[in-house]
């Protein structure tokens, strides 16, 4: 059904991260939202105009967040309960958690939720003394799947 309404796309620079269900970043970029199903060939005798092609394993990429520095140090913290083995309510410090897209009123529009994540990579500023840019911290997270919320 059609409602008179114009599909215009959402910008990209309004979004927030929830972990666990709480907002816990507000990052400045977010890249890794990416799938790939690997595919095998199947050649079929008598079929000579094309092979098939079959669906495989999913594989996800790597989210990456970015941020600017600031007191708030939880994604620090969780990277280095990894680092050190510590384990969380008796288990490997795994989190779920959620990208969420939202629209130029603010309003959530699309949600990417990602399971099981931990970070596998954390990234600090670069700092030199004839800048005045912000300092940037760069964390990437391993998860076991991103589903459309």
């Given at each position: 059904m059609t409602t008179g309404k114009k599909p215009y796309p959402y910008t990209s620079f309004r979004f927030r991260i929830e972990i666990d269900g709480i907002t816990v970043a507000q990052v400045s970029e977010v890249s890794g939202l990416q799938l790939e199903t690997e595919t095998e060939a199947y050649e079929e005798g008598g079929v000579n105009d094309y092979v098939h092609q079959l669906?495989?394993?999913?594989?996800?990429?790597?989210?990456?967040?970015?941020?600017?520095?600031?007191?708030?140090?939880?994604?620090?913290?969780?990277?280095?309960?990894?680092?050190?083995?510590?384990?969380?309510?008796?288990?490997?410090?795994?989190?779920?958690?959620?990208?969420?897209?939202?629209?130029g009123t603010?309003?959530?529009?699309?949600?990417?939720?990602?399971?099981?994540?931990?970070?596998?990579?954390?990234?600090?500023?670069?700092?030199?003394a004839d800048g005045n840019s912000v300092a940037f911290e760069t964390v990437e997270l391993a998860h076991n799947g991103i589903s459309k919320g």
């Open positions: 669906p495989r394993r999913t594989k996800y990429q790597h989210i990456t967040l970015k941020r600017g520095l600031t007191d708030l140090d939880e994604l620090w913290q969780w990277y280095r309960n990894v680092v050190d083995g510590k384990l969380v309510r008796g288990k490997f410090d795994r989190r779920n958690g959620s990208i969420i897209l939202m629209d603010g309003a959530d529009k699309w949600r990417w939720n990602f399971t099981q994540a931990y970070p596998v990579k954390w990234s600090g500023p670069d700092l030199k």
